[in-house]
C-alpha cells in the first residue's frame, strides 16, 4: 500500500511522527509512506488553498517533503507533483494535537486536507487525538492514537466500498482524552455541536501600546448531545464520522422548495 501523510500541525509536529508509525504499520515492508506536510504550523485554516501566490516545496529526505502552504496544498503536492506518478491509495491527515470533534471539525485543516484527498478521489482518513486531564500530563500525550490508530484505520478500509458518487466519503476520527489502556472501544457517532461554545477574541496591547487580537477557542470540556462525536470521546471511546464535503441542508430542502 502507498499511503500519503500529512497534518496542520507541521512537519515536526509529534503527532506527524506517531502517524508515520501507524502508516509504516499499514503499509508493511512493501509499502510506501510519503509525507508532505507543512513547513510549519497550520491550525485553523479548513479547506485553505494557496490559490492567488506560489508556494515553496522542499525536500527534507527520502519521501519526505515540507510546504509553505496549507494541509489542503500539502495534498496537491503529494497528488500533482511528488507522487504524480504514482498516486497513493490512502490519504492520512493528523495526528492532530487537540480534538477535531464536533464545531472544530469546520476550522480544521487536518480535516481539509481530508476533503482534499476525498475530492480528488482518494479514500481519506483525519485523525486527532483530545486533549483531556487524563492524558494532556502523560509523557505521551498521543499514546490512544499510537496504540489504536492502525487497527482503527484498517477497520474502516475493510468496510469502504468503490463510489460512485459525486462527493466521495471521508473519515473523522478523535481518539479519547484517556490514556491507551483506559480507551473503551469504537464508536459511529455524528458531528456534534457544543451549544453556547465559540471562537472569539482576546485583546492585548504590546509594549510600544498597539493593539492586537488573539483568537480564543472555547471550553472543550462542554458535552455535545449524547451520541455525537465530542461525546463519547469524553465517555472513553474512539468516534468514527463518516463524511461529504457536500454541505446541502437537505432536511429543509423540500421546506424551501415547496416556497420559493
Request: glycine share 10%.
Amino acid at each position: 500500500m502507498r499511503i500519503l501523510i500529512t497534518n496542520d500541525d507541521g512537519i515536526y509536529a509529534p503527532g506527524l511522527a506517531v502517524l508515520e508509525k501507524i502508516a509504516n504499520e499499514l503499509a508493511g515492508a512493501d509499502g510506501e509512506v510519503w509525507i508532505v506536510a507543512p513547513a510549519f504550523e497550520q491550525s485553523g485554516v479548513g479547506h485553505c488553498i494557496s490559490y492567488t501566490h506560489p508556494m515553496m516545496v522542499s525536500k527534507m529526505g527520502e519521501r519526505r517533503y515540507a510546504t509553505e502552504g496549507s494541509p489542503a496544498d500539502c495534498v496537491l503536492v503529494g497528488l500533482h507533483d511528488v507522487m504524480k506518478h504514482a498516486r497513493p491509495d490512502l490519504i492520512l491527515s493528523g495526528v492532530n494535537r487537540g480534538n477535531n470533534s464536533a464545531e472544530n471539525t469546520l476550522y480544521s485543516g487536518t480535516i481539509g486536507a481530508a476533503i482534499e484527498g476525498a475530492l480528488q478521489g482518494v479514500t481519506s482518513i483525519a485523525l486527532s487525538q483530545y486533549y483531556g486531564v487524563e492524558n494532556a500530563s502523560l509523557d505521551d500525550p498521543f499514546e490512544a492514537a499510537g496504540a489504536h490508530g492502525a487497527d482503527v484505520v484498517r477497520r474502516i478500509l475493510a468496510q469502504v466500498d468503490d463510489e460512485n458518487s459525486d462527493y466521495q466519503l471521508l473519515f473523522n476520527v478523535n481518539f479519547p482524552p484517556v490514556p491507551a489502556d483506559a480507551v473503551k472501544g469504537v464508536k459511529v457517532a455524528r458531528q456534534g455541536r457544543r451549544r453556547d461554545v465559540y471562537f472569539g477574541v482576546e485583546p492585548h496591547l504590546s509594549p510600544s501600546g498597539k493593539r492586537f487580537l488573539w483568537i480564543k477557542g472555547g471550553d472543550q470540556r462542554v458535552r455535545p448531545s449524547e451520541g455525537t462525536d465530542a461525546a463519547v470521546n469524553l465517555d472513553g471511546y474512539i468516534s468514527v464520522t463518516p463524511m461529504r464535503a457536500d454541505l446541502t441542508a437537505d432536511d429543509v430542502m423540500e421546506r424551501f422548495e415547496a416556497t420559493l
